[in-house]
């Protein structure tokens, strides 16, 4: 089992920036991938962004690319998401998720089993 706990979301300005923090607990060394997805009221959760454990490789939403940036701290067993320039359309309950199985695919929420709780982020106009 991994546990998952997202921090750093809150209310922003557009154009603003926001980092957000997950740490990952438990059973991390089987983890192979780690993503984000942002969900609005009404609204399927999408992935943002992901990452392949331990290699590195990213990958971004076309809503997102060139103003978030996906990271890894493998020794510390967290991943953050550097949101910058900020929009009033990624106002969203934004969740932290990991995966123990492999692919090629990181967009589906289906691929992924361990989630957190979810975050909070509000972008004013």
């Known amino acids: 089992q991994v546990q998952l706990e997202e921090s750093g979301g809150g209310l922003v300005q557009a154009g603003g920036s926001l980092r957000l923090s997950c740490a990952a ?22 992935c943002v962004a992901a990452v392949r454990w331990n290699v590195g490789t990213t990958y971004y939403a076309d809503s997102v690319k060139g103003r978030f940036t996906i990271s890894e701290d493998n020794a510390r067993n967290r991943t953050y998401l550097q949101m910058n320039t900020l929009k009033p359309e990624d106002t969203a309950v934004y969740y932290c998720a990991a995966r123990d199985v492999w692919g090629t695919e990181y967009y589906s929420p289906l691929l992924y089993n361990y989630w957190g709780q979810g975050i909070q982020v509000t972008v004013s106009s």
């Open 25 to 46: 607990s438990g059973h991390t060394s089987s983890v192979t991938a780690m993503a984000w997805f942002r969900q609005a009221p009404g609204q399927e959760r999408e």
